[in-house]
């Protein structure tokens, strides 16, 4: 929080420190921030701006049907543009830039009003309701969740909708509170630290450290061992997966990132789910201050990302009915806010925290399209919801028709 | 938010300088909306061990408050008594403990979308009491020097990408310059203006540090026993499933007596700082890149320095730093090349940081790769965006900066 100590005595602007600074209003900055990206991205492939398109042919509305499928992943714990779609960032975003890009359509100015934590801002994506709950609490969402309205309205069973998150707090994203929807219409939550830590005994955890860490703004790891033996072994039989080697291919993987996206391949192959939302983590480690870690995690969302798209690809079940979106939750704080640390943190709630991308790609939306007017995270769901067919009337989003 | 009555009884939890500050602005602090006073108290109650730079300005901020006519005050602070509080905050206890309470208070301004406006009241309020009594000019041109330590080896990494821009990039820098030369500088200029907490030098291992009182010295490795500490802390307040924001508020609690730092040849000041730095920072108890860059940030922040050498050392790995949390490390094992990438940016952080204070534009910065080739120097004297292939001495750079240093 800002505090009413001097932390911006120098002159910024004098140094030519702040790209945008001379923009003005955080506003004026978030369009700045979008113009540069698609000024980046056009360079790179040559992408045709939507305003130049005078209407949108409604493709989707022609294959909208029961075999719709969608795969949502966030990139939990934001990335800036300085890693990513700026020319220094452009070598940690290999496979968005080169299998993303030129085939899908990116939006450039997504913008996330509400609070910048982790948990609520990913209850704000599921819900599109900016959400206020304390970040670090273990409840639910207040609003009906995306699940909620896809199974509720069309009728879905439960093996139809699940998410994978990265961290135990995270145990209760799957469905609200809310009085008209909320419990048996959720989506199954899948938390693959919490099966991990349960699958290891407690005094065999060497080797495994770096998949059970959970919270990276608390970095002492805290495993809330509370999945019993049987709900254990009732997940194995779920994915397929015996305990012994679930815990052997686990102890193969680098991050909790791999982990998840091993359990969504899993969950792919043995229940394709219509509806399955992937939350990766690990670039939170932004936190701890290192900024080749937050590289490196980048590089490997990039990766795994790729390594979902070929399993969409390579499951009959998903081939050519998937529409995918990527997306952070959020940004990070800029390098030349004063309140802030750069890199390491989002507290400061600055224009460059606030404005992040994504990018959707799958049958019937447009190839190499950039989408430069503002637009809000929670825009989401209602986007889901005109793709499936179904009305989210707590939103507060709008459909975004240029990916519809 | 209206403004509260207060006696000077309700700080008696306060230390000594502190209470004395406040009995004598306690009118005006009866007229400050909550909101605001909260912040100003929340820098108030730590004031006897604050440095002087931040003694000077938060009594800077009162001679404005106080210059101001009633209705000057008013208007000046309307956006914060504009600001709405829940009703549990309305009745929190917030004098005795306003970090505590500005945490609640920062949830709260998030939660009720009130946090922008309050950004930008504060940045307002910042302009305008820096405008009315400005900050003294700085005894001499600020100087910032960064060593990355030869230890993280050879790369192909490229160095000090972010800063060439600003600066002379030098590629044949004689590889056998000796870091002395570096401390000499700094055991210069510590003679030359004696002030106090105005000469920095911070390393992420142990290193020698100019001999002389007037050179604030702090070393990861010499705070092992309070890192140490600290981390047993947190293993503590997780296993009692606290939460993150319930660790953060009991780590920066921490004193430094309870974490060995007592005794009368020990600096209060300086040791406070030191506390503040591995319990407030993240990462800062387990990566040395880490808590070079934050506990650089800090002192340029606070202490507002004339002179800062920062040295980096390679840090552990993420898989060390996590047995390490776990208690059960036994012996650390190190990231070279990690650690360049952390070291640049953590240099390009602290020029950043030095051009926050007053007479940035004077100030001059160097960055140097110890044992190796490539060196960045920034001052009036050098062109920006220029690379030099001449064969220099670490010397000959300095050289070529001097007419700022």
């Not at chain 2, 590629?171 to 002395?180: F, G, I, N, Q, W």
């Amino acid at each position: 929080m800002s505090g009413l100590n001097n932390r911006a005595g120098g002159s910024m602007k004098s140094v030519g420190l702040s790209r945008f600074a001379e923009q003005g209003s955080p506003r004026d900055i978030e369009g700045a921030i979008s113009c540069s990206r698609r000024d980046f991205l056009r360079g790179i492939s040559g992408g045709v701006a939507a305003a130049a398109l005078s209407a949108f042919s409604p493709l989707r509305a022609m294959t909208v049907g029961k075999n719709q499928k969608a795969v949502v992943v966030t990139f939990g714990g934001g990335t800036r543009d300085e890693e990513t779609f700026m020319p220094d960032g452009r070598e940690n975003i290999p496979h968005l830039l080169k299998d993303f890009i030129p085939q899908g359509t990116i939006f450039t100015q997504v913008v996330n009003r509400g609070i910048l934590g982790h948990y609520v801002a990913t209850a704000s994506l599921v819900t599109g309701v900016y959400e206020t709950f304390n970040n670090f609490a273990a409840v639910s969402p207040d609003n009906p969740t995306v699940f909620e309205y896809f199974r509720k309205q069309l009728h879905r069973p439960a093996s139809d909708a699940w998410v994978v998150a990265p961290s135990n707090g995270f145990g209760l994203i799957g469905e609200s509170s809310h009085a008209s929807h909320g419990p048996g219409l959720g989506a199954g939550v899948i938390l693959p630290k919490r099966l991990l830590a349960a699958a290891v005994p407690a005094n065999e955890t060497a080797g495994y450290e770096q998949l059970l860490r959970d919270n990276y703004e608390s970095p002492v790891y805290a495993p809330v061992l509370a999945v019993s033996d049987e709900q254990l072994h009732q997940m194995a039989q779920l994915l397929r997966v015996s305990v012994a080697d679930f815990s052997a291919h686990a102890r193969s993987l680098r991050s909790p990132d791999e982990l998840s996206v091993y359990v969504a391949k899993q969950l792919m192959q043995q229940l394709a789910p219509s509806l399955l939302w992937i939350t990766l983590h690990d670039i939170d480690v932004a936190h701890a201050g290192t900024y080749s870690l937050y590289i490196d995690a980048i590089q490997r969302s990039d990766r795994l990302c790729s390594e979902i798209w070929n399993a969409i690809e390579k499951e009959p079940e998903y081939a050519g009915k998937t529409t995918m979106f990527i997306l952070p939750d959020f940004g990070r704080d800029s390098d030349t806010s004063a309140g802030g640390n750069g890199f390491q943190h989002h507290r400061t709630g600055d224009a460059y925290s606030r404005t992040t991308w994504m990018i959707v790609k799958g049958p019937g939306v447009r190839e190499n399209l950039i989408v430069d007017r503002p637009v809000e995270s929670t825009d989401l769901v209602p986007t889901l919801g005109a793709l499936f067919g179904f009305s989210p009337n707590f939103s507060h989003g709008r459909a975004l028709p240029e990916v519809l | 938010m209206s403004a509260t009555p207060l006696r000077n009884e309700d700080f008696r939890s306060y230390p000594p300088e502190a209470q004395v500050l406040v009995a004598r602005n306690l009118t005006l602090f009866q007229q400050l909306p909550r909101a605001f006073l909260m912040l100003l108290l929340r820098e108030i109650i730590a004031y006897d061990w604050k440095f002087p730079a931040e003694r000077d300005e938060i009594e800077r901020q009162l001679r404005y408050l106080g210059s101001l006519k009633t209705q000057e005050l008013a208007n000046a602070l309307s956006p914060f008594a504009k600001i709405e509080l829940s009703p549990e905050l309305e009745q929190a206890e917030w004098i005795s403990n306003p970090s505590h309470f500005s945490e609640r208070f920062s949830a709260h301004l998030w939660a009720t979308h009130q946090i922008d406006g309050f950004s930008e009241a504060a940045e307002n309020y910042i302009a305008a009491f820096n405008s009315a009594v400005p900050e003294k000019a700085a005894l001499a041109s600020r100087l910032g020097l960064v060593v990355i330590g030869r230890e993280m080896g050879e790369s192909s990494y490229p160095l000090f990408r972010k800063l060439r821009s600003h600066g002379t990039y030098f590629t044949a820098v004689d590889r056998s310059s000796d870091y002395k030369v570096l401390l000499d500088v700094v055991a210069d200029r510590a003679h030359r203006y004696p002030v106090p907490y105005a000469h920095w030098c911070i390393y992420g291992a142990d290193a020698a540090a100019p001999q002389s009182k007037q050179v604030a010295s702090v070393s990861y490795f010499s705070l092992s026993s309070v890192r140490g500490d600290l981390i047993r802390k947190m293993q503590g307040s997780s296993a009692s499933h606290l939460g993150p924001e319930a660790m953060r508020t009991r780590l920066a609690e921490t004193d430094p007596a309870a974490v060995g730092m007592s005794g009368q040849n020990v600096d209060a000041v300086l040791s406070h700082f030191s506390v503040s730095v591995l319990s407030e920072g993240a990462g800062t108890q387990i990566y040395s890149t880490t808590f070079v860059q934050w506990t650089a940030r800090e002192a340029l922040r606070r202490a507002r320095p004339l002179t800062l050498l920062a040295k980096f050392a390679p840090r552990q790995t993420e898989e060390s730093a996590d047995e390490e949390l776990q208690g059960i490390q036994k012996k650390p094992a190190f990231d070279s090349q990690g650690s360049l990438i952390d070291a640049d940016m953590g240099a390009y952080y602290t020029w950043i940081n030095l051009q926050r204070l007053s007479g940035a534009e004077d100030s001059a910065f160097l960055a140097w790769f110890e044992g190796h080739n490539e060196a960045l120097a920034i001052s009036r004297s050098l062109a920006a965006g220029k690379e030099c292939r001449d064969k220099v001495s670490l010397a000959e750079v300095l050289h070529r900066m001097q007419s700022t240093t």
